[in-house]
């Protein structure tokens, strides 16, 4: 069996390594951008313009309104929702503790978060007033008060998932008279996007590897999203160029390190996702968070989901085989953890791990849509899961637990949409009618100064936070992460030689057959 190796030969592993070269393509287009001081803040983006543009939301309200399947069972499953109900009232808290060791108190943040969101949503569906009124009496109660997000390496997981969420929430209704737009920015670009910044570059001081995949991407979406809602785009370029060239695991090349072309090579190959080899929930929440990413670009007209030969449309077809009980391929692989200058190991995975057919996470709908309806992609793993998660509920319907807060939801409603014109073939040749939008005219994918490195929160299932994992801190780790322990960015399989020399871990993969 012939396998297409990832291409990437050397990973960054120092806490503090430099970020590599900046010269990103932008919407397919190639354009790039000499440096990060080449974009400055305060250029216009499209608005609303995070995972749902005005388009997206006409053609919601539109659908709901003409009765048209299955918009009205998505529909139903939000204003059957505890949290879209008008008049709900904000439980806002001066500082935000996750972690142990802390008092607890963030299920307060994320309930009304949730809140916010299914309201300015539903408002956009019906038209009704009093729902946006609920969501930004929401969002302003908690910029009048929120000052900082805290608690153990938790809070960086914090940080990343409610800072997109808040984000994405607030951008329904950012247009609303009574909004407090300033004071938002202010609050959502201080108290989340700093600390999501600050993750990407030192990674709490632990070794770069030594945070999972969705840890880095829960981070990289809170910098995406801030970016874009704050104007700043800057932040939305550094977001970008570590998308491509970051060196943790939120990477795609680091997320997806192996292409198997040869397997399912009518829809184009799959692509071994890193964390199926730790377990079903986090490899199904780093799939979910990877989409909203790409999303959120594709919205201000730079397209990750082509990326790279669609190498995230290779990941989550693995990750949607594997979890309905279809045979995957794996190739081992080892990960070094731990703290700089402090305590150190390695872990190493051999097998996807298994799995329980009846997790759900509201994830597929958007991904499924973009890749067969907006591309025409061949994706069939991904159109059945699709098909068995609808009609997609969203948060306070998949338990009372963080993890089932960890996506915004509701995906057969948002992101069911008719086939474009146009297509994309397998090989990624993108058709006109499939670009993204350039509403972010210029390129977003300048040079980032500093390290690279992001945090993800992960929860490992809908019903499980990625706080109860057991604590891996070990002799001197400090406040590293309890679930930073199963990150990996040595490959050591086959005929693969790993060597850690000088800050640098140096990869080398040969393909199997012949070498």
Not at 271 to 286: C, F, P, S
Request: a neutral charge; aromatic letters at 8%; one cysteine or more.
């Amino acid at each position: 069996m012939t396998r297409q190796i990832s291409r990437r030969s050397m990973l960054k592993v120092s806490g503090a390594a430099a970020v590599g070269a900046a010269a990103g393509a932008v919407s397919g287009s190639g354009t790039a951008v000499a440096g990060a001081q080449a974009a400055g803040t305060g250029a216009a983006f499209a608005h609303p313009g995070l995972l749902h543009t005005r388009t997206d939301l006409a053609r919601m309200a539109a659908k709901v309104k003409a009765g048209a399947a299955p918009y009205t069972a998505g529909f139903a499953r939000l204003t059957a929702n505890r949290h879209a109900q008008s008049g709900w009232q904000a439980r806002p808290q001066a500082v935000v503790y996750r972690g142990s060791g802390t008092p607890e108190n963030y299920s307060l943040l994320y309930n009304d978060i949730h809140a916010a969101y299914q309201n300015a949503l539903r408002h956009h569906v019906t038209g009704e007033s009093a729902y946006a009124d609920t969501a930004v009496a929401v969002l302003n109660a908690w910029s009048a008060t929120l000052t900082a997000v805290n608690g153990s390496a938790d809070r960086f997981l914090a940080a990343g998932l409610y800072g997109y969420q808040f984000a994405n929430a607030a951008e329904l209704v950012r247009d609303h008279g009574d909004f407090e737009l300033a004071r938002f920015q202010e609050m959502l670009s201080k108290v989340f996007g700093a600390v999501s910044d600050d993750f990407l570059v030192r990674h709490n001081n632990a070794v770069v590897s030594n945070y999972w995949t969705n840890w880095d991407l829960a981070n990289m979406a809170c910098v995406l999203a801030t970016g874009v809602f704050c104007d700043d785009r800057a932040q939305v370029a550094r977001a970008v160029d570590y998308f491509k060239h970051g060196a943790g695991l939120g990477a795609i090349k680091n997320a997806v390190p192996v292409v198997y072309d040869d397997v399912d090579a009518d829809e184009g190959g799959l692509g071994e996702w890193l964390e199926a080899g730790r377990d079903q929930g986090h490899a199904l929440l780093g799939v979910g968070l990877m989409g909203t990413f790409c999303e959120m670009a594709w919205n201000q007209g730079i397209d990750l989901y082509g990326y790279d030969d669609s190498r995230f449309l290779k990941g989550a077809q693995y990750v949607a085989k594997w979890n309905l009980g279809g045979q995957v391929p794996f190739t081992a692989s080892t990960r070094r953890k731990g703290a700089i200058g402090g305590w150190s190991g390695s872990e190493t995975v051999t097998a996807a791990a298994g799995v329980d057919p009846s997790m759900i996470r509201p994830i597929w709908a958007m991904i499924a849509n973009h890749y067969t309806k907006r591309r025409g992609m061949p994706a069939t793993y991904l159109t059945r899961i699709a098909a068995k998660a609808a009609p997609e509920g969203g948060g306070g319907d998949y338990g009372p637990n963080s993890g089932g807060y960890d996506q915004l939801g509701f995906g057969t409603l948002t992101f069911t949409r008719d086939r474009a014109s146009g297509g994309t073939a397998a090989g990624g040749t993108t058709s006109t009618s499939s670009s993204p939008s350039p509403a972010a005219s210029g390129s977003a994918s300048a040079s980032v100064s500093g390290s690279a490195t992001s945090p993800v929160p992960g929860s490992a299932s809908a019903s499980a936070s990625a706080s109860s994992a057991p604590s891996a801190m070990g002799k001197g780790g400090g406040d590293l992460a309890s679930t930073g322990t199963g990150d990996i960015v040595a490959w050591s399989a086959g005929a693969g030689i790993t060597a850690l020399a000088g800050g640098l871990l140096l990869l080398r993969r040969r393909a199997r057959g012949g070498q």
